[in-house]
């Protein structure tokens, strides 16, 4: 019983006793019938909406009418109680009553005028998704595919944050017009929704779970179209998602086989977005010289392109690259170099994202005052546009320059939120960071004991992860804080599993920490501002 009420094909049947005065199906036709005919047609129509919710404009452009009636319709039928409205302008239908409207509107209007209002409503929110992304992103409004006119204009997107609150407002009805478009014969719209809103999905809400379902759809429709520039688009996207969740080889894969394609069709734009997000998942899994080559392949095409915003993006990311190896002059070049380009092109999460990476940097040299004004800015940026990932990795960057100034309280505030929004994303990598720089924070306070248990649960992230920076990072203070509380022969072993997973990465940290062991003897916690992870560029190679 339970699973033919789950299936909506088969409710009103389940519900229907075989009594007229008792079948769920009669009592909503009695509610029906005292409609005008125009309102039981928009009733109908309004049955067709794949999400759980929607707006005027999106009754509108089902019903095929101007705003202003559609609001009018959809006040008669809340006050019919064939409607409620969950939320101030948004309305929504008791499921039962949205299967009974949906298979009224299969019976009653022909095909091609059902087609008709799903293309109004697929064109109205693809419309109004480009609008909100060139709002939010317009330096990347080039990039997008051409969105449709439709009868019922897009919102007036004023400002980032009002672009930023519709897109959260309707993220779940545009996972469902992504799942319905794709399935039931608009394969293009699912296509373009894909390609319009990745950058929301992926940067800028945090919503994997989100990006995975729009992007898998967009693949589908892609190959059963056969377009394989819409394919590796989509299989693009899903790799970053994927290396989002940790999954660095499976991203690699996916990564690699657009980077194939765009080569295959001659894409040099293509081309270079994916050489710089495979240079950024080369540099989760440690291969930090590939991933240089990658991003410096990536920031010459952008180059003879004289794509502006990709070179800015891959600049940043270089930089990242750089100050993993040691160069840190070098990267804080390229940091600033990006931070110019980004503030030229108008685009504020990249200055905000520059900003943050730039003071990591000036943290390793030392400048750390110079750190704590340059991830504050950044910091200030992301917070104005509501940019949940970006302000948590800049709260964690800023809570290291803080350590540097030996202010450890403030330090301990900063990681303690960022901890939290990292868990509250399901970002694992930002997790494992955030609770280092807790450890690290709380050895400045003097309370090791509590610094070892924020390691030791780091490195148990870290290693989820299977990120070998981060698990040598996390070896390295773990054991500081063990000689600190009186455990030498774990400190011991903690620090010559740190040496061994830098010396496996290639990099500088394997002979610092060698030798400061040597010189030094048993040391306490790691040194605060001593190099951590970082944060690549989100949005690289797009």
């Given at each position: 019983?339970?699973?033919?009420?789950?299936?909506?094909?088969?409710?009103?049947?389940?519900?229907?006793?075989?009594?007229?005065?008792?079948?769920?199906?009669?009592v909503?036709?009695?509610?029906?019938?005292?409609?005008?005919?125009?309102?039981a047609r928009?009733?109908?129509?309004?049955?067709?909406?794949p999400?759980?919710?929607?707006?005027?404009?999106?009754?509108?452009?089902?019903?095929g009418?101007?705003p202003?009636?559609?609001?009018?319709?959809?006040?008669?039928?809340?006050?019919a109680?064939?409607?409620?409205?969950?939320?101030?302008?948004?309305?929504t239908?008791?499921?039962?009553?949205?299967?009974?409207?949906?298979?009224?509107?299969?019976?009653?209007?022909?095909?091609?005028?059902r087609?008709?209002?799903?293309?109004?409503?697929?064109?109205?929110?693809?419309?109004?998704?480009?609008?909100?992304?060139?709002?939010?992103?317009p330096?990347?409004?080039?990039?997008?595919?051409?969105a449709?006119?439709?009868?019922?204009?897009?919102?007036?997107?004023?400002?980032a944050?009002?672009?930023?609150?519709w897109?959260?407002?309707?993220?779940?009805v545009?996972?469902?017009?992504?799942?319905?478009?794709a399935?039931?014969?608009?394969p293009?719209?699912?296509?373009?929704?894909?390609a319009?809103?990745?950058?929301?999905?992926?940067?800028?809400?945090?919503?994997?779970l989100?990006?995975?379902?729009?992007?898998?759809?967009?693949?589908?429709?892609?190959?059963?179209?056969?377009?394989?520039?819409?394919?590796?688009?989509?299989?693009?996207?899903?790799?970053m998602?994927?290396?989002?969740?940790?999954?660095?080889?499976?991203?690699?894969?996916?990564?690699?086989?657009?980077?194939?394609?765009?080569?295959?069709?001659?894409?040099?734009?293509?081309?270079?977005?994916?050489?710089?997000?495979?240079?950024?998942?080369?540099?989760?899994?440690?291969?930090?010289?590939q991933?240089?080559?990658?991003?410096?392949?990536?920031?010459?095409?952008?180059?003879?392109?004289?794509?502006?915003?990709?070179?800015?993006?891959e600049l940043?990311n270089?930089?990242?690259?750089?100050?993993?190896l040691?160069?840190?002059?070098?990267?804080?070049?390229?940091?600033?170099?990006?931070?110019?380009?980004?503030?030229?092109?108008?685009?504020?999460?990249?200055?905000?994202?520059?900003?943050?990476?730039?003071?990591?940097?000036?943290?390793?040299?030392?400048?750390?005052?110079?750190?704590?004004?340059?991830?504050?800015?950044g910091?200030?940026?992301?917070?104005?546009?509501?940019?949940?990932?970006?302000?948590?990795d800049?709260?964690?960057?800023?809570?290291?320059a803080?350590?540097?100034?030996?202010?450890?309280?403030?330090?301990?505030?900063?990681?303690?939120?960022?901890?939290?929004?990292f868990?509250?994303?399901?970002?694992?990598?930002g997790?494992?960071?955030?609770?280092?720089?807790?450890?690290?924070?709380?050895?400045?306070?003097?309370?090791?004991?509590?610094?070892?248990?924020?390691?030791?649960?780091?490195?148990?992230?870290?290693?989820?992860?299977?990120?070998?920076?981060?698990?040598?990072?996390?070896?390295?203070?773990l054991?500081?804080?063990?000689?600190?509380?009186?455990?030498?022969?774990?400190?011991?072993?903690?620090?010559?599993?740190?040496?061994?997973?830098?010396?496996s990465?290639g990099?500088?940290?394997?002979?610092r920490?060698?030798?400061?062991?040597a010189?030094?003897?048993?040391?306490?916690?790691?040194?605060?501002?001593?190099?951590?992870?970082?944060?690549?560029?989100?949005?690289?190679?797009?």
């Amino acid at each position: 019983m339970v699973a033919d009420l789950r299936n909506e094909r088969t409710r009103l049947r389940i519900l229907d006793t075989g009594d007229p005065a008792t079948s769920v199906h009669a009592v909503f036709s009695w509610s029906c019938q005292q409609l005008s005919p125009p309102d039981a047609r928009g009733f109908r129509l309004l049955g067709l909406h794949p999400g759980p919710t929607f707006t005027v404009p999106a009754a509108a452009s089902l019903a095929g009418l101007p705003p202003g009636e559609a609001s009018a319709l959809l006040r008669r039928l809340v006050r019919a109680h064939l409607l409620a409205e969950s939320t101030p302008a948004r309305y929504t239908f008791h499921d039962l009553l949205r299967e009974y409207a949906r298979r009224e509107c299969e019976a009653l209007h022909r095909p091609d005028d059902r087609q008709a209002a799903l293309t109004r409503l697929f064109d109205y929110y693809l419309a109004a998704s480009a609008a909100a992304m060139d709002t939010l992103v317009p330096a990347e409004r080039y990039r997008r595919p051409a969105a449709p006119s439709p009868p019922v204009p897009p919102p007036a997107f004023t400002a980032a944050e009002v672009a930023r609150s519709w897109l959260d407002a309707e993220r779940c009805v545009l996972t469902a017009v992504a799942a319905h478009s794709a399935s039931s014969g608009w394969p293009g719209h699912a296509i373009r929704l894909s390609a319009v809103l990745f950058r929301y999905y992926r940067d800028h809400g945090g919503y994997l779970l989100d990006a995975l379902a729009v992007h898998g759809h967009a693949l589908r429709a892609a190959r059963e179209q056969g377009d394989q520039a819409a394919q590796a688009d989509a299989l693009m996207n899903l790799g970053m998602i994927t290396l989002k969740q940790s999954a660095h080889e499976r991203a690699v894969a996916q990564i690699g086989r657009a980077l194939a394609s765009y080569r295959q069709l001659g894409d040099r734009r293509g081309e270079a977005r994916a050489l710089g997000n495979l240079g950024m998942a080369r540099w989760r899994l440690g291969e930090y010289q590939q991933a240089a080559r990658d991003h410096a392949d990536s920031l010459q095409i952008f180059r003879a392109l004289g794509d502006r915003f990709g070179q800015a993006i891959e600049l940043d990311n270089t930089g990242m690259v750089l100050a993993r190896l040691g160069r840190y002059q070098e990267a804080a070049d390229h940091h600033r170099e990006s931070l110019a380009l980004r503030r030229a092109l108008g685009h504020r999460p990249g200055e905000a994202r520059a900003l943050a990476n730039l003071g990591v940097v000036l943290s390793w040299l030392g400048d750390h005052p110079s750190a704590v004004r340059s991830v504050a800015a950044g910091l200030a940026i992301f917070r104005d546009l509501s940019d949940r990932p970006g302000e948590a990795d800049a709260r964690n960057d800023l809570g290291m320059a803080l350590r540097g100034q030996g202010r450890f309280a403030e330090a301990l505030s900063q990681h303690r939120q960022a901890l939290l929004m990292f868990r509250d994303m399901g970002v694992r990598p930002g997790e494992a960071e955030a609770l280092n720089g807790l450890g690290e924070a709380l050895s400045g306070l003097g309370r090791t004991e509590q610094a070892r248990d924020r390691h030791a649960l780091a490195l148990a992230v870290a290693r989820q992860t299977g990120d070998r920076y981060l698990i040598a990072r996390s070896h390295e203070l773990l054991a500081g804080t063990c000689q600190a509380v009186g455990q030498p022969e774990q400190a011991r072993e903690e620090w010559q599993l740190a040496v061994s997973g830098y010396q496996s990465l290639g990099i500088g940290e394997a002979t610092r920490l060698q030798t400061q062991l040597a010189t030094a003897g048993p040391v306490g916690a790691a040194v605060a501002g001593s190099p951590a992870t970082g944060e690549a560029d989100a949005s690289a190679g797009r």
